[in-house]
C-alpha cells in the first residue's frame, strides 16, 4: 500500500454535520451583521509582507514569529495572512472606500486565516475568522458600542446564553505615551531577567509586556503601572460614555486593566468575549478601536473599530441543542430505487426533470438491495420514494415515507409522472 498523507498539523477537514454548523454560523453571523447595515468584503489570502509589519505591527507574536512565508519563484515577499483587519484597511484606501459619503462605512468578511501557532483545542494554524471593520473620520462611542454589540449578540444569538466581556481602554496618543513611558520606567530594571520575547517587546512595543505568558513574567507583571492611572481627561471622558452605554444596554463587563491584546494597532477602545461555559477555549471573539492604521497603511486619516470571531472555536462553544436548532435536518423531497435487472433512462430523466422544478432528488446506489435502500431513503429523510422494479414492469411505486401509502402509475411518460407527482404534493 502506498503512503498515506495526513493533513498538516493545526489544520482542519470539514465534513457532514461539522460542515453544516460551519456554514450556518457563518451564515447567521453575515445575516445578523447585515442588519447592523454592514456589506460583504473579500480581500486575497496572501498580500505583501509589508502590510503585516507595518499594520499587525512588528512587536507582535504574530508578525515576529507566527506567519507562513509563501516560497515562490521571483523577488515577492508573500505571507498568508495571520488576520484581516490589515487586509480591509489595505482595500478600504486602495479601492477609495474613504471617499463614500456614507458614515461609518461597515464592511463584515468571513474566510481562513494562517498562524503558526502550537495547535491544542481551540488554536489551530488554518483558522476561520468572521469579522467586520467599521471606518469613519472619528470613532464615536455609538459606532464603537455598535460594533461591541453586534459582537456581543451575535455570540448571544449562537450560543444561547450570555457571554463574558472583558473591557480595557487604551487611550489617545497621549495617554499611551505617558503610559509607556511608565512601564519602560518600570521594567527598565527588571526586563533583564524576563523572558527573551520580553527584551525585543521591551525594545519594540512594551505595552506587549503585559500580555507576557511566562509565569515568573506574569508575576512582575501584577505589579506594574495601570493604564487607567495614565489616561488624560479626554479619554477618560470618552471610556466612561462607553461603560454607560453598556450598563444602558444592560450588557455585563469586566474591565481588565492588563487587556492590551496581540496586535500592535490597538489605540482606544479594546475588547475580548469569552464563553463562560468554556473559558478553555480562551476568547471566541475579540477587537478593538485603532486611531491610526489607515493612516499607517498610506490612507488618509480615518480610525477605525472592529472584532474577529474565530468560528472554529465558537463550534466548539455551540452545546447540541444550539447545534440542532443550527444545522435542522434536511428534507429529501424525492428518492429514487430503481431496482430492475436491465435498467433504461427513466430513473435519470426523471430525477432531471424533478430537479428542473426545484425538487430535491437523490437515488441509491444500483448496487443496493431493497431493504437497503429503503433504509437508506428513510436517512435522507426523504419525503417521498419512487420505486422502479422487475415486478411492475412499465410502473413506478409512489411511496409516502411518511403514511407509508403507496400507489402504482404508469412510467413510460415522464413529464406525465411528474404532472401526477405534483398533483399530489398538493
Ligand atoms: P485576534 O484576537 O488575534 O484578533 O483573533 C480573533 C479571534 O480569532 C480570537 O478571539 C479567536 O477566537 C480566534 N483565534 C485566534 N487565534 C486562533 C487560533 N490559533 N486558532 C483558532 N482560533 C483563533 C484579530 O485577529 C483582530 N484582527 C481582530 C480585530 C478585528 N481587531 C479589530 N478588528
Same mark, same amino acid.
Request: proline share 3%.
Given at each position: 500500500?502506498?503512503?498515506?498523507?495526513?493533513?498538516?498539523?493545526?489544520?482542519?477537514?470539514?465534513?457532514?454535520?461539522?460542515?453544516?454548523?460551519?456554514?450556518?454560523?457563518?451564515?447567521?453571523?453575515?445575516?445578523?451583521?447585515?442588519?447592523?447595515?454592514?456589506?460583504?468584503?473579500?480581500?486575497?489570502?496572501?498580500?505583501?509582507?509589508?502590510?503585516?509589519?507595518?499594520?499587525?505591527?512588528?512587536?507582535?507574536?504574530?508578525?515576529?514569529?507566527?506567519?507562513?512565508?509563501?516560497?515562490?519563484?521571483?523577488?515577492?515577499?508573500?505571507?498568508?495572512?495571520?488576520?484581516?483587519?490589515?487586509?480591509?484597511?489595505?482595500?478600504?484606501?486602495?479601492?477609495?472606500?474613504?471617499?463614500?459619503?456614507?458614515?461609518?462605512?461597515?464592511?463584515?468578511?468571513?474566510?481562513?486565516?494562517?498562524?503558526?501557532?502550537?495547535?491544542q483545542a481551540g488554536r489551530l494554524? =488554518?483558522?476561520? =475568522?468572521?469579522?467586520?471593520?467599521?471606518?469613519?473620520?472619528?470613532?464615536?462611542?455609538?459606532?464603537?458600542?455598535?460594533?461591541?454589540?453586534?459582537?456581543?449578540?451575535?455570540?448571544?444569538?449562537?450560543?444561547?446564553?450570555?457571554?463574558?466581556?472583558?473591557?480595557?481602554?487604551?487611550?489617545?496618543?497621549?495617554?499611551?505615551?505617558?503610559?509607556?513611558? &511608565?512601564?519602560?520606567?518600570?521594567?527598565?530594571?527588571?526586563?533583564?531577567?524576563?523572558?527573551?520575547?520580553?527584551?525585543?517587546?521591551?525594545?519594540?512595543?512594551?505595552?506587549?509586556?503585559?500580555?507576557?505568558?511566562?509565569?515568573?513574567?506574569?508575576?512582575?507583571?501584577?505589579?506594574?503601572?495601570?493604564?487607567?492611572?495614565?489616561?488624560?481627561?479626554?479619554?477618560? =471622558?470618552?471610556?466612561?460614555?462607553?461603560?454607560?452605554?453598556?450598563?444602558?444596554?444592560?450588557?455585563?463587563?469586566?474591565?481588565?486593566?492588563?487587556?492590551?491584546?496581540g496586535l500592535d494597532y490597538y489605540?482606544?477602545?479594546?475588547? +475580548?468575549?469569552?464563553?463562560?461555559?468554556?473559558?478553555?477555549?480562551?476568547?471566541?471573539?475579540?477587537?478593538?478601536?485603532?486611531?491610526?492604521?489607515?493612516?499607517?497603511?498610506?490612507?488618509? +486619516?480615518? +480610525?477605525?473599530?472592529?472584532?474577529?470571531?474565530?468560528?472554529?472555536?465558537?463550534?466548539?462553544?455551540?452545546?447540541?441543542?444550539?447545534?440542532?436548532?443550527?444545522?435542522?435536518?434536511?428534507?429529501?423531497?424525492?428518492?429514487?430505487?430503481?431496482?430492475?435487472?436491465?435498467?433504461?433512462?427513466?430513473?435519470?430523466?426523471?430525477?432531471?426533470?424533478?430537479?428542473?422544478?426545484?425538487?430535491?432528488?437523490?437515488?441509491?446506489?444500483?448496487?443496493?438491495?431493497?431493504?437497503?435502500?429503503?433504509?437508506? &431513503?428513510?436517512?435522507?429523510?426523504?419525503?417521498?420514494?419512487?420505486?422502479?422494479?422487475?415486478?411492475?414492469?412499465?410502473?413506478?411505486?409512489?411511496?409516502?415515507?411518511?403514511?407509508?401509502? =403507496?400507489?402504482?402509475?404508469?412510467? &413510460?411518460?415522464?413529464?406525465?409522472?411528474?404532472?401526477?407527482?405534483? +398533483?399530489?404534493?398538493?
Open positions: 500500500m502506498n503512503e498515506r498523507i495526513n493533513k498538516p498539523r493545526g489544520t482542519m477537514d470539514f465534513l457532514g454535520e461539522d460542515k453544516k454548523l460551519c456554514d450556518s454560523i457563518e451564515a447567521l453571523l453575515f445575516d445578523i451583521s447585515e442588519k447592523f447595515g454592514c456589506s460583504k468584503i473579500d480581500v486575497p489570502m496572501f498580500e505583501d509582507g509589508k502590510l503585516f509589519v507595518r499594520g499587525v505591527g512588528e512587536g507582535s507574536d504574530i508578525v515576529s514569529k507566527e506567519m507562513f512565508r509563501l516560497d515562490v519563484k521571483g523577488d515577492h515577499n508573500y505571507f498568508l495572512r495571520p488576520e484581516f483587519t490589515a487586509s480591509v484597511n489595505r482595500a478600504a484606501i486602495e479601492n477609495k472606500l474613504y471617499a463614500s459619503p456614507d458614515l461609518p462605512i461597515k464592511l463584515a468578511y468571513c474566510g481562513p486565516v494562517f498562524r503558526f501557532e502550537r495547535p494554524r =488554518q483558522f476561520t =475568522q468572521f469579522g467586520v471593520e467599521f471606518f469613519d473620520t472619528k470613532i464615536d462611542a455609538m459606532t464603537a458600542m455598535d460594533s461591541v454589540l453586534l459582537l456581543y449578540r451575535s455570540a448571544e444569538q449562537i450560543l444561547g446564553h450570555e457571554l463574558f466581556l472583558k473591557v480595557n481602554y487604551l487611550g489617545g496618543n497621549e495617554s499611551r505615551e505617558n503610559y509607556k513611558n &511608565a512601564l519602560l520606567d518600570f521594567y527598565k530594571d527588571k526586563v533583564e531577567n524576563m523572558c527573551f520575547d520580553c527584551h525585543r517587546r521591551y525594545e519594540v512595543n512594551v505595552l506587549r509586556m503585559l500580555d507576557c505568558k511566562v509565569e515568573e513574567d506574569i508575576e512582575i507583571n501584577k505589579s506594574a503601572p495601570v493604564i487607567s492611572d495614565y489616561l488624560v481627561d479626554e479619554d477618560k =471622558q470618552k471610556f466612561d460614555t462607553m461603560l454607560s452605554a453598556l450598563n444602558a444596554l444592560g450588557i455585563e463587563y469586566k474591565r481588565d486593566e492588563r487587556l492590551v491584546r489605540t482606544g477602545l479594546v475588547f +475580548e468575549i469569552y464563553d463562560p461555559m468554556n473559558m478553555n477555549l480562551g476568547a471566541i471573539g475579540a477587537g478593538g478601536q485603532y486611531g491610526k492604521l489607515m493612516e499607517e497603511l498610506g490612507g488618509p +486619516e480615518m +480610525e477605525g473599530i472592529g472584532f474577529s470571531f474565530g468560528i472554529e472555536r465558537l463550534m466548539l462553544a455551540v452545546d447540541q441543542v444550539k447545534k440542532n436548532e443550527l444545522i435542522k435536518a434536511d428534507v429529501l423531497d424525492y428518492f429514487i430505487v430503481d431496482q430492475r435487472e436491465e435498467k433504461d433512462s427513466t430513473a435519470i430523466v426523471l430525477a432531471d426533470v424533478l430537479r428542473s422544478t426545484g425538487r430535491s432528488v437523490s437515488a441509491s446506489s444500483y448496487s443496493k438491495k431493497l431493504n437497503g435502500s429503503m433504509k437508506m &431513503a428513510n436517512r435522507a429523510n426523504a419525503k417521498i420514494t419512487l420505486l422502479l422494479t422487475d415486478n411492475n414492469p412499465g410502473q413506478i411505486i409512489i411511496k409516502d415515507m411518511e403514511t407509508r401509502i =403507496q400507489e402504482e402509475i404508469p412510467c &413510460a411518460d415522464v413529464d406525465e409522472v411528474v404532472s401526477k407527482l405534483m +398533483e399530489m404534493e398538493k
